[in-house]
């Protein structure tokens, strides 16, 4: 296996794998918001977008000449909170045939890298409630829950504060 930097040639299976991934999360929490046709359409200029950010690394895992999966990292510069410098582990996917081999945490070894090359001083990520293998995974790589975001229907929402 090789953990590379994603290049413009990789650009079509990255969209695929993130889709991949947003119906994943779909699948394992019916209340995450949905992509829409349009957000579908804009991934690849999202993708191009983010290959040419040096505030982001996005790679890929190959074996045997084929991706099986991708990291998207981006590095913020803050004046505003300490720590300063944070690294932001965006996303990561591995192939179902992949999965449960060491692909994942040696893209987030790489991904270490480029933040510790970037300054960072800590690493934070989001996950889907309910998805059970990100939360296992990023548990064992020693994250710990510090935020809750929560959401709620406008009109449940006004419905239960106007009592």
């Known amino acids: 296996m090789q953990i590379r930097k994603a290049a413009s040639s990789d650009v ?21 918001w949905r992509i829409t046709e349009e957000g579908k359409a804009l991934l690849r200029q999202k993708v191009e977008s983010t290959l040419a950010d040096s505030c982001n ?23 505003d909170y300490l720590p300063r410098n944070v690294g932001h582990i965006n996303t990561v996917y591995v192939a179902k045939r992949s999965r449960r081999k060491g692909v994942g945490a040696s893209m987030v070894k790489e991904l270490c ?27 064992r790589l020693g994250f710990e829950q510090i935020i809750t975001t929560a959401r709620a229907d406008l009109k449940r929402l006004e419905s239960k504060v106007s009592h």
């Open 57 to 79: 690394r996005l790679l890929v895992a190959e074996m045997n000449g084929q991706i099986i999966g991708f990291a998207h990292g981006q590095v913020a510069n803050r004046t």
């Open 12 to 32: 079509e299976r990255l969209v695929e794998f993130r889709l991949l991934l947003q119906q994943h999360c779909e699948e394992s929490n019916p209340l995450i």
């Open 113 to 139: 890298r480029f933040f510790n090359s970037e300054g960072v001083d800590h690493v934070t990520l989001r996950y889907v409630l309910g998805n059970e293998e990100a939360e296992k995974f990023w548990t």
